[in-house]
């Protein structure tokens, strides 16, 4: 997933990211807003993600902070519901060979702990993840506000997933977060250089 909201050097490095991943095989495939907004619920998500950062943190939404969140809904729009593959932020360049073996299995996975640079699921699955993004926020919401200066998807996984947060962890099969692959399979270019940015999606080419 790609918006240009004015970072230097992206185009290059959605470049980049597209060559790592082809040479070991994948079809690289870049989504937009124009994907998102084939969401019947495009509006409503939008208005949603701004309602609950306004009242968390008190500011308004940035256009980076919404395509944090748009992203999934992009991924949620795409035709075949049950297709599963991967997702990843175009900083996340391959260093090593992910083969069509590795198990993609139910629910979402992630890759890199509560960071959700990567990741494997269904449209479905990613549909209903926008669906928590809200219901789950404003479940605890009180809760939240009181821990959270910002909120982005990330922090919608720290402060409602993880073992850190001891005063509750929210459950479901829907979301896994599995740091086994992390090391042997990518490398995070941003961790040394800038940011995460958005996020891109591939699939296998078989």
């Known amino acids: 997933y790609y918006e240009e909201i004015n970072?230097?050097?992206?185009?290059?490095?959605?470049?980049?990211?597209?060559?790592?991943?082809?040479?070991?095989?994948?079809?690289?495939?870049t989504l937009n807003i124009n994907d998102a907004k084939k969401s019947p619920e495009y509006d409503l998500f939008v208005d949603k993600m701004r309602f609950i950062f306004k009242e968390i943190t008190g500011n308004d939404l940035t256009p980076y902070g919404l395509s944090c969140f748009v992203r999934w809904l992009a991924y949620s729009a795409l035709d075949n519901k049950s297709e599963r593959f991967?997702?990843?932020?175009?900083?996340?360049?391959?260093?090593?060979?992910?083969?069509?073996?590795d198990p993609l299995v139910g629910g979402i996975h992630f890759f890199d702990d509560a960071c959700p640079c990567m990741?494997?699921?269904?449209?479905?699955?990613?549909?209903?993840?926008?669906?928590?993004?809200?219901?789950?926020?404003?479940?605890?919401l009180d809760e939240i506000k009181k821990q959270a200066n910002h909120y982005h998807d990330q922090e919608f996984f720290i402060y409602n997933f993880t073992e850190s947060n001891t005063n509750f962890r929210c459950k479901t099969t829907l979301i896994n977060f599995d740091s086994k692959k992390k090391g042997r399979c990518f490398s995070l270019l941003s961790r040394y250089s800038r940011p995460h940015q958005s996020i891109s999606c591939f699939s296998p080419q078989y």
Not at 13 to 28: D, K, N, T, V
């Open 86 to 101: 991967l997702v990843s932020d175009y900083d996340v360049i391959n260093s090593g060979r992910w083969t069509i073996n």
């Open 7 to 29: 970072f230097p050097q992206q185009k290059e490095l959605l470049e980049l990211w597209a060559l790592s991943w082809q040479e070991m095989g994948f079809e690289p495939i």
């Open 119 to 140: 990741a494997s699921g269904t449209p479905s699955e990613f549909k209903k993840l926008c669906e928590l993004f809200y219901d789950i926020t404003l479940l605890r």
